[in-house]
């Protein structure tokens, strides 16, 4: 069942003869009409003739994402005290301290450690009950929250379950409401959740970029991409390399902080560094790795493939940052390689052409060393522990060699030459990542056919399952796609303030994590959506 309201055990308590139901409790929120009101009863120790209180069932909290299930109960509810209330942590639970210190903070109560829970407060705690287990449970992501007794506890198998329960809670009182009473049973659909950033088009101060994990966080995002180099900057200090760095860029430092702040809100940083294209910031300052054709015309952003040194560099950087990025993921770029983009690649780049038979025998084409290079990047990167991601018309066909088995596709455009249908991988058993650009991809400006995305459109009519423009694939293919990605590209950076940025994502982002998170149509027409984010 999804968020309904269901029967609890108990009901209204009866003492005496004298029974007096309200909806409402001291200073709480009249009969619940706003998803979160109180709900439930007292029983009293022996019989008597004078009224006693009754609730309502409870409904569940109005969160985004909304929870999945919730079990209503009846009972005043909780809410934050100062006074009195604290965050303690389990017996054993140590590493939930920072959880339940952030937690303590937003609420404005006391951090009491591990210590068995009194009326008022909240206890976070690891469990091995059947929280994240079976089917569609969510795993380590899942959680449960139960409001009883004037407390609230949150269990989960894992720290990150823990914290989501954390941000649910944070959401269900914000504006002085009232956590509901009842259980919560929660967990994502879809194991990656994530917003990309373009920071090599256009620079974001440190803060904003805070300020946007601190986001995405309360909305129970996994992911930030950081992509970080392109033709026009490359934004992070190296030591390898010092000569390519803009001189608008973070430090290293600040990139450690920003991480751990990710970590903290068990966001993991994912960087990218694409090549063999969009390496012009590389270019600029080694001009003998630039790509020329047959004419000796500069192909723009793109490295030569045929020469070793292009390989060395790239490979240097991906090494340099392996450890800078401590987190799970990365991601290889392999889009929009311009060599790949003309009529007759082998006729307009010899130089390709040769090195490619030279590497892969006399009918070697240049799809096979582009896809080759790929190959190479990964080998570079795996070494680190790293699952890795590449754009989908980065996995060339026609060729004799394939893309590694172990990359995820992460399709964004079924436009590009090189691009086919999503289909098209998932007959062939790769992972999928959405990126759509039809509804996630947020691009400065508008050029070409993109438009700015809206909340709404994305609300209302995409699902995970819509990988390439309006129509999604077979629902066969659901386990295969691990989520989606809402990404913000930075293509004429001067159209838009960061602020401006920020304002324009806001509620895309809101809905987005709605259809990551439960796969089901959402309960709130938009208008109530937008009205709960405006609150919240």
Known sequence: MRRGPVAAAGGVAVVGAVVLAVGFWPGGDGDGSDGAAPSGGRSAAAPSTSPTKSYALSKAPATIPAVREHTAARGPGWRPDEGKGRVVIGDGDSGLADEAKLLAGELKLKYGGESDPREGDVQLTLSDGDEGKGKDKGGDESYTLTVKGERVRIAAPAEAGVFYGTRTLKQAVSGGRTAPEGVVRDRPAKPQRGF???????????????????????????????HFSDDQAFRIESESHPEIVSSDHLTKDQVRGLVKLAASRHITVVPEIDSPGHLGAVTRRHPSLQLRDSRGKVTRGAVDISKPAAAKIVDDLLKEYADLFPGAYWHLGADEYLALTVKNPEASYPQLAAAARERYGADGRVQDLATGWLNDRADTVRPFDKKLKAWNDGFFRGGKTQAADDLEVAYWTGKEIGAREPDAYLKAGRKLVNYNDEYLYYVLGQPQTFRYPTGQRIYESWTPLVVRGTKPVSERYDDQILGGTFAVWGDLADAQTQEQVAAGIRMPLRATVQKLWDPGKPDLAWKDFVKLADGL
């Open 196 to 226: 990309m950033i373009d920071i090599a088009r256009k620079h974001y101060d440190l803060k904003w970029l805070e300020d946007r994990v601190r986001d995405l966080g309360d909305l129970k995002y996994n992911q930030l991409g950081l």
